[in-house]
Nanobody, 123 residues
Framework: VQLQASGGGMAQTGGSLRLSCAASGRSFRLNNIGWHRRRPGRQRELVADISSGGSPTYADSVKGRFTISRDNAKNTAYLQMNNLNPEDTAVYYC??????????????????WGQGTQVTVSS
């Protein structure tokens, strides 16, 4: 499975951006999908994730401002980021837990990370 993240860019305080994370590959089924970020000088942190059934969880710092969603038919997850502030400036990474099905019937649980996408919020 490969994850392709897109949608980063620049925004002003109070603005919005929407990130997308599209999964592609052969014979897989996505489970949880998450968005993490690494802010300058800080460790990577979980921003939000969403279960296969669509149940979201959020970091306290983004509750009420960010919304995670997914389109299972497109194997794509989204992160709608509203009311952005400079503290949201970071490289955002998506990750996905998934089941991989082999031709011999083997099923393997795995996790993949997408490439980061830069989000910069100016004051």
């Amino acid at each position: 499975v490969q994850l392709q993240a897109s949608g980063g860019g620049m925004a002003q305080t109070g603005g919005s951006l929407r990130l997308s994370c599209a999964a592609s590959g052969r014979s897989f089924r996505l489970n949880n999908i998450g968005w993490h970020r690494r802010r300058p000088g800080r460790q990577r942190e979980l921003v939000a994730d969403i279960s296969s059934g669509g149940s979201p969880t959020y970091a306290d710092s983004v509750k009420g401002r960010f919304t995670i969603s997914r389109d299972n038919a497109k194997n794509t997850a989204y992160l709608q980021m509203n009311n952005l502030n400079p503290e949201d400036t970071a490289v955002y990474y998506c990750n996905a837990d998934y089941w991989s099905y082999s031709d011999d019937g083997t099923v393997v649980a795995a996790r993949e990370w997408g490439q980061g996408t830069q989000v910069t919020v100016s004051s």
